[in-house]
Nanobody, 126 residues
Framework: QVQLVESGGDSVQAGGSLRLSCAAS????????MAWFRQAPGKEREGVAY??????????VYADSVKGRFTISRDNAKSTMYLQMNSLKPEDTAMYYC?????????????????WGQGTQVTVSA
């Protein structure tokens, strides 16, 4: 059973930065995607960014709302995915979740992902 554990959430002021981490265990398949999602109170869960690994190479995709501000990365040696968030805005306030799936496809659609972490809270004040 794949396990994902997020950390790094905090309260910051607008313009600040945070780095979220997602420690993954038992991810043994070679082609997969890992993604960050977020969900604000009263809103639907939305995709933030994902990284796909295929035949040893990888790529990244970002939601328009975070392009140029957020960077997704993965450290294979540590089995950990990161989300570096810069120039944070109050509208970035949400619970942030990491997720993964076998194989490729599905983009930033939450229903495409099989395994989820419990989330880490990010609060950005004006």
């Amino acid at each position: 059973q794949v396990q994902l554990v997020e950390s790094g959430g905090d309260s910051v002021q607008a313009g600040g930065s945070l780095r979220l981490s997602c420690a993954a265990s038992r991810v043994t398949y070679s082609n997969y995607q890992m993604a960050w999602f977020r969900q604000a109170p009263g809103k639907e869960r939305e995709g933030v960014a994902y990284i796909y690994i295929y035949s040893g190479s990888f790529g990244t995709v970002y939601a328009d709302s975070v392009k140029g501000r957020f960077t997704i990365s993965r450290d294979n040696a540590k089995s950990t995915m990161y989300l570096q968030m810069n120039s944070l805005k109050p509208e970035d306030t949400a619970m942030y979740y990491c997720a993964t799936k076998t194989g490729l496809g599905g983009g930033l659609s939450p229903v495409a992902y099989t395994y989820w972490g419990q989330g880490t809270q990010v609060t950005v004040s004006a």
